[in-house]
């Protein structure tokens, strides 16, 4: 533990300090909750965009009387007016919500995101940023475990160790197979993140966001944390978001989860690329005999009803979780299988969805 505190800093406080903190989160120390609390809450200033709701009521109010009283009108009389309060109040209502700031450094942020845990989205995070890397482009990717609640990336990339600091006070992403990481499983025992809430969640992400030493990259991958709730929301509106790709199972219940997925990225402009559907045949590693445990072509259907490419089939395949638990992605280890080509031609997909959209 010793060797874990004196180079390193998480939200403007030495790493000890915090797992300690963190540390007595769990034991419901309420003194150690507020200095999480305040510490991350220093880190304000670097979300940008925040504007404080309460001088835009005003500056409206003011706006109305304003116009009011120099046009000699009645605003609700007079249609023109009553327009240019409108487009006011639009102006308003956008200054309200969270700035899209680009990471320095990243041309592309592209999430892997899903409406339900266990559907393999870190699997695929992994192997597609690796793809897109050993891709004929050979882009410079980088790979966000914003899954702060569990963070697999560690184990998945087989990276462990504490970043170190640049002279920019910025933490130098841990880099394995060409990927640069970042992962609160860095920066905290893998057991202790599962306690943080709410702000601290979307703070700490910001952390890893924004206090990383990216440049420069192509494509930044972000392992998303399961389900549709805040964090998932202000991840996709504080990013200029290239693109989403989405992983479900072929599963009815996991297939309603994608559908208020795609909901919310619909909403908030997030370009979604399309649907991978993982784990749909299991191919027998003796006889290559597939079945289909989860139910047959449920992604397919879907991607016909919302209106979205399915872009890749992962079959249910041994290899594919025993080397993510050992920490070496199948498409580096077996390239030449057809489970690593399914994720090549995912990889593909994305890097020609990437080449037609506008650099933030
Ligand atoms: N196509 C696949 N074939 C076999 N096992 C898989 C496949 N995709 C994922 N898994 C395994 O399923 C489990 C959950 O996958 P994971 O990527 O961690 O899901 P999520 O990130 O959505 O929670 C892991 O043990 C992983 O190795
Ligand atoms: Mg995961
Ligand atoms: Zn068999």
Not at 29 to 44: E, K, L, P
Not at 282 to 309: D, V
Request: with cysteine; charged share 20%.
């Amino acid at each position: 533990m010793a060797t874990f505190g004196h180079r390193l800093t998480v939200a403007g406080m030495p790493a000890v300090c915090m797992l300690r903190s963190v540390r007595s989160l769990v034991s419901g120390t309420q003194s150690c909750q507020n200095s999480i609390r305040h510490a991350m809450g220093r880190t304000r200033s670097t979300t940008g965009g925040q504007t404080n709701p309460r001088s835009c009521v005003t500056t409206l109010a003011t706006s109305r009387r304003h116009l009011c009283s120099t046009g000699g009108v009645n605003a609700a009389a007079n249609p023109d007016t009553e327009k240019r309060l409108q487009e006011l109040r639009a102006a308003h209502m956008a200054r309200g919500l969270p700035k899209q700031d680009a990471i320095d450094g990243v041309r592309h942020v592209v999430l892997v995101a899903s409406g339900k845990g266990g559907v393999g989205k870190s699997t695929t995070a992994v192997n597609l940023a690796v793809a897109l890397s050993r891709s004929e482009k050979s882009l410079s990717v980088g790979l966000l475990d914003a899954d702060v609640y569990g963070p697999s990336i560690p184990r998945l990339m087989s990276l462990s160790g504490n970043p170190e600091l640049d002279n920019n006070n910025h933490m130098i992403p841990l880099v394995n197979y060409g990927i640069k990481c970042m992962s609160m499983g860095f920066l905290v025992e893998e057991s202790a993140a599962v306690v943080w809430r709410g702000l601290m969640v979307m703070q700490g992400i910001q952390r890893l966001v924004r206090q990383v030493a990216w440049s420069p990259l192509d494509v930044l991958v972000v392992d998303m944390p399961p389900g549709t709730g805040d964090a998932q929301l202000s991840i996709s509106q504080m990013l200029p978001i290239s693109g989403v790709v989405l992983v479900t199972t072929p599963q009815d219940i996991a297939l309603l989860d994608v559908r208020r997925a795609n909901t919310m990225f619909t909403k908030v402009n997030a370009p979604v690329v399309g649907i991978v559907q993982n784990m749909s045949a299991f191919i027998c590693p003796k006889c290559s005999h597939r079945s289909h445990i989860f139910g047959e072509a449920g992604a397919e259907r879907l991607a016909k009803e919302e209106g979205i490419a399915l872009i890749g089939d992962v079959p249910l395949h041994m290899e594919i979780r025993q080397m993510s638990d050992d920490g070496t992605p199948i498409v580096v280890t077996k390239p030449d299988s057809p489970q690593a080509k399914a994720y090549f031609n995912i990889a593909e997909t994305v890097a020609r969805h990437l080449a037609a959209v506008q650099e933030p």
